[in-house]
């Protein structure tokens, strides 16, 4: 009977720590794809001004981060 529970127990101990690793995966997956898209969004939003206003923007990246923006208006 003891050992019963003691595999009950630890198949318990298994099963939580899969939920918690796997609900941990996508807590990273779904704030690793908000960046991007927020990253996305302001260079889109950076250059359609550029464009809007008859300029030619030039944009330096590093992964996420925009290093430095330019819009050259002739």
């Known amino acids: 009977m003891e ?3 003691i595999k009950h ?3 318990t101990q298994e099963k ?3 939920i918690i690793l796997s ?3 996508v ?3 779904l704030v690793v794809i908000s960046q991007v898209y ?3 969004v302001e ?3 950076l250059t359609d001004n550029c464009y809007d206003n008859g300029g030619l923007p030039t944009i ?4 996420l981060d925009i290093e430095s923006f330019n819009c050259q208006i002739d």
């Open 3 to 5: 050992v019963l529970k």
């Open 9 to 11: 127990i630890k198949q």
């Open 16 to 18: 939580s720590l899969a």
């Open 23 to 25: 609900s941990l995966i």
């Open 27 to 29: 807590v990273v997956g």
């Open 38 to 40: 927020i990253s996305y």
């Open 43 to 45: 260079v889109r939003d």
């Open 60 to 63: 330096v990246k590093s992964g």
